[in-house]
Every structure is written in structure tokens, then in C-alpha cells.
């Protein structure tokens, strides 16, 4: 019997949200989808019996229509950044329209106290401020954070330098976990239906291996002779102002790729995290040669 036989599930169209919502519908619930735009398709649910509500997690008022008109108990959210009360808004609306619990999904990397991470080390920072108003809104009960590590689908920003066969990247050699956005989101959908006994699960991948790796890995799915070279830190700067990556991003993002590449994975933390997709989801985690088969289409969009 399901804990919360009721959810609903913001994020769908994307590939954690919808793994969440499918997870969801196995354990038993009445699934609903949180969306902005209902009529987008969403191949891998659209067959099955879910109703659909526009709703967006920067409009209160939208939130609690959805929320009310489903029933729901549980609610599956990600993070939103673009607003300075880090989503208070929006999880006091999915409270008072009745939701009791929320899944969270949020960053690996938060590796100390959610109330003492530096503002500097941005994408942690900005998960920890939504747990903090999770942790004032809801109680310490009241909500799981699902922290994931690397995952795999960054290589899509590769995709086109992979497909001319030529991929440049300031420290190939870098070390991550590469997680399946589809394992996260069936322990996501397996906590928002049954709980959790943790109110922090981490995620990692199966293997550790280097973007040059993994980058090979891609190419040899696609047929592609892919040579991966070394760029400079100002050299891979310019390239991501150029796709419109906000200065802050840019440097956080070569401090990790760079200067502490992989540095996550010999933490306490990751040692406590490498069972966890199979605890929860009831799997064993998808390997990267796995993840890419599965979704070689999307490199050659």
C-alpha cells in the first residue's frame, strides 16, 4: 500500500521527471503531471492514464489550482533560481493546496551543512537555500532531498563536436560518475510514493571514468573516430559566453572541471551513496555504454 497514493509530478516533460512520474505509477499511485505546456509530448508517458495540469513553479496561483484539482498528497519538484526567496512562495502554495511531502531534487556536491555552503560555489549554494526553505516550510519530516551527482547527460553538450569528430574540453582527463537521469528519477518516484527513512539521498553513478572516456564511449556508439583535445581555461570560457552561460557559471564550472575535477567522489558521503540507486529503485544502475545506447537519438538531434 502506498504511502502517498496521490502525486504529482512538476517536471515531466524531462527525462528525471518523467522516470519520477513512470516510477510512481509502478508503486501503485494516481500520478499527475505538473506542466507548463500539457499538450508537449512526453513519449514515454503518453500512453499511459495520467491527467495533466498547466502549472509552473514561479506562479503560485497555478500551483494551487493544479494541486487541488488533483488531490495530490506528495509532490516531486526541482529547483527554480531566477527569484530571491529560493521557491518559498511556491512551496508555502503547495502546502496550503495540500501537499504533505515533497521529493526535492537537488546537488551532490552539497557536502557540509546546508546552512554553511559558500555563496561563491553556486550550484550548491542555490540547492541548499531551497532546503533551507524546505527544511523552515516543511519540518524535518516533511520533505526527502534526492541529491545526485554528475550526470551523464552533460555529454550532450558535446554532441556536436562529437558528431565532426573533434570534442576540446580544459581538462579532458577530469574524473566523474556519470548517473543516469532515468535512475534518479525512479528512486525519486519510489521515495514520493513510499517516503523515505533519510531525509538526504544521494546518488552516483556505477563507474568512474574521464570526460576523454566518456567522450570515446559516444563517438564509438555513433560510429565516430572522436579525438578529444585540451583547450585553456580562457579558451573554454569564451566558448561557453559564446553559448550565453552566465559569467558566475562559467567560472564555477571550470573550478569543478579544473581545479577540483572528481573531487566529490572521495568523500564519506559518496562511500554511503554507491548503493543507493539499487536500495531504492530496485535495479542495478545503468552503466555510461548503457545510458548511451539508450539514447543515441537525442545525439543526433
Not at 128 to 134: F, G, H, K, N, S
Not at 186 to 207: C, D, F, K, S, Y
Request: proline share 6%.
Amino acid at each position: 500500500m502506498p504511502r502517498y497514493s496521490n502525486v504529482i509530478v512538476f517536471g515531466a516533460t524531462g527525462d528525471v521527471g518523467s522516470a519520477a512520474a513512470l516510477q510512481a505509477h509502478h508503486h501503485g499511485a494516481t500520478v499527475s503531471l505538473a506542466t507548463r505546456n500539457p499538450a508537449k509530448p512526453i513519449p514515454k508517458l503518453d500512453h499511459l492514464p495520467f491527467t495533466r495540469y498547466q502549472a509552473d513553479l514561479t506562479q503560485p496561483a497555478t500551483l494551487r489550482a493544479a494541486v487541488r484539482q488533483a488531490g495530490a498528497q506528495a509532490a516531486f519538484i526541482y529547483g527554480i533560481f531566477d527569484g530571491a526567496d529560493f521557491m518559498r512562495v511556491a512551496l508555502r502554495a503547495l502546502k496550503e493546496s495540500g501537499v504533505e511531502f515533497v521529493v526535492f531534487l537537488s546537488s551532490f556536491i552539497i557536502l557540509t551543512d546546508i546552512h554553511e555552503v559558500d555563496p561563491s560555489d553556486i550550484v550548491p549554494w542555490e540547492h541548499a537555500q531551497v532546503e533551507i526553505t524546505l527544511e523552515e516550510i516543511y519540518g524535518s519530516s516533511g520533505y526527502v532531498t534526492v541529491r545526485p551527482a554528475f550526470y551523464a547527460s552533460n555529454l550532450l553538450h558535446e554532441k556536436q563536436a562529437i558528431l565532426r569528430g573533434q570534442v576540446k574540453l580544459p581538462n579532458p582527463d577530469a574524473t566523474f560518475d556519470f548517473i543516469s537521469s532515468e535512475d534518479i528519477g525512479h528512486v525519486a518516484g519510489t521515495i514520493l510514493v513510499n517516503g523515505a527513512q533519510e531525509r538526504i539521498v544521494r546518488l552516483l553513478g556505477p563507474e568512474r571514468m574521464t570526460l576523454r572516456e566518456a567522450v570515446r564511449t559516444v563517438g564509438h556508439a555513433l560510429g565516430k573516430e572522436a579525438q578529444v583535445t585540451s583547450i585553456t581555461r580562457g579558451e573554454a570560457a569564451a566558448q561557453m559566453e559564446a553559448a550565453g552561460m552566465p559569467p558566475a557559471m562559467i567560472q564555477w564550472h571550470l573550478h569543478n572541471v579544473i581545479d577540483r575535477a572528481g573531487w566529490y567522489l572521495e568523500s564519506p558521503e559518496a562511500l554511503m551513496a554507491r548503493e543507493n540507486i539499487q536500495r531504492y529503485a530496485q535495479h542495478p544502475p545503468q552503466r555510461l555504454q548503457q545510458w548511451v545506447e539508450s539514447n543515441l537519438a537525442k545525439f543526433l538531434e
